[in-house]
């Protein structure tokens, strides 16, 4: 069965945190917008993902009336480190600690929504079989189909790109417009879901591979181990992963129930240009960051703010040139931040096992490990990252 079409100046394909923010943020301006998901929305926010939330992206939430979706989150606690299992002096954040939100992304996603719906907002769950046309023209469609089989259609002034890695955005555009640069590593992570409580969150470097506990709610947990990248799942049996776990950390570690586990590989992509005549690429669409450097959200949400003040500025202002500018500026942030990326993902896998890199590059990860803690600058430099205000 097929509708006889609707119209609004905006589609955003994905109700992850990027499309949500986008959405609230046009709504609170008066552009129209239509938020198309493929997926139910319990999936979405059931969904276990990181969430870490940085000092930039926190101010810009409030700079756009909407700290309430984090406001909850901000903790004074930051990751312990263990360095062959003694305590390290290695403290994220700096002085801008108290503007880092450490949220859940299925809790953010459940925030955003639920504003996003208060206010008003049209937000289509379900969208099977979703199809961008004529993004190359004046008016693009979007075309999907509805929970009970009917066919629906959106013209707009542009699309919002903003459904990952994997989704129909990116792969709408046509072969040879892109250019795709990326960085595969020698490891992996095994990725654990725990229902063990783990607060505050730490990380170990330790010559067996690094090693991650980080919270997940009151009651859950993530573990990550370091692996080589051709691992698979039947080489770690749940006993393994808790004596892992122990030797990496030199500690006792809180056992219980492993809920879910999987391998991650580690690579940082971009792709170039992040636009396509009227179609705009957000957050993973464009670029993945490996874990370790928790920039895959930040980097969305500067996405986000960076094309939704080139839309209110064209619709209020007639003014196309920051949309015209989208790409180039995204990029400049996005290339400073895969370099700070880069770095720190292979420092802290660098510095414990030799056996991915050799003796030479743990050896270079020790000595800049060891100028992060002894040198002001250094450590400046590390807190401004981490803290998004570089």
């Known amino acids: 069965m097929m509708d006889t079409g609707e ?15 986008l959405g609230n943020f046009l709504l609170r301006n008066g552009i129209d917008c239509v938020v198309v998901e493929k997926h139910s929305r319990a999936y979405g926010e059931q969904r276990q993902r990181a969430g870490t939330i940085d000092a930039r992206g926190v101010r810009m939430y409030r700079e756009w009336g909407l700290e309430e979706v984090v406001e909850s989150f901000f903790s004074s606690e930051m990751m312990g480190f263990r ?39 049209d937000l289509r769950f379900e969208a099977a079989d979703v199809l961008l046309e004529s993004i190359d023209g004046e008016r693009p469609r979007v075309r999907y189909r509805d929970a009970a089989g009917s066919t629906k259609t959106v013209d707009c002034d542009y699309i919002a790109g903003c459904d990952g890695h994997h989704g129909v955005s990116r792969a709408s555009i046509p072969a040879g417009v892109l250019t795709r640069h990326a960085h595969e590593y020698a490891y992996a992570w095994l990725s654990v879901l725990v229902d063990v409580p783990a607060d505050p969150a730490a990380m170990a470097i330790h010559s067996r591979g690094m090693a991650g506990l980080i919270p997940r709610g009151t009651n859950a947990s993530r573990l990550y181990l370091q692996c080589p990248a051709d691992d698979t ?3 770690w049996p749940d006993e393994r992963i808790w004596s892992e776990l122990e030797a990496r950390f030199g500690t006792p570690v809180s056992t219980g129930p492993i809920l879910d586990k999987r391998l991650v590989p580690l690579r940082s992509v971009v792709y170039s240009p992040m636009s396509y005549g009227r179609l705009y690429l957000l957050g993973d669409a464009a670029h993945l960051v490996p874990p370790m450097s928790a920039k895959g959200i930040n980097l969305a ?68 490990l060891e100028r992060m803690l ?17």
């Open 374 to 390: 002894t040198s002001r600058t250094a450590k400046r430099l590390f807190d401004e990252f981490t803290a998004g205000v570089n």
């Open 301 to 368: 949400l500067n996405d986000t703010e960076v094309f939704a003040r080139a839309v209110i500025r064209r619709a209020k202002e007639s003014d196309s040139t920051l949309l015209d500018a989208y790409s180039e500026t995204c990029l400049r942030h996005i290339w400073n931040y895969q370099a700070f990326a880069v770095w720190i993902t292979e420092l802290m896998h660098n510095a414990g096992d030799s056996s991915y890199e050799g003796e030479f590059r743990r050896r270079i990860a020790r000595a800049e």
């Open 233 to 235: 799942l039947a080489q």
């Open 7 to 21: 119209s609004t100046a905006v589609v955003i394909v994905g109700a992850g945190v990027a499309g949500l923010t």
């Open 83 to 121: 360095l062959d299992g003694k305590e390290l002096p290695l403290v994220f954040g700096g002085d801008d600690i108290d503007d880092i939100a450490f949220c859940p992304q299925q809790v953010l996603v459940r925030n955003l929504t639920d504003v996003f719906l208060r206010d008003g907002g």
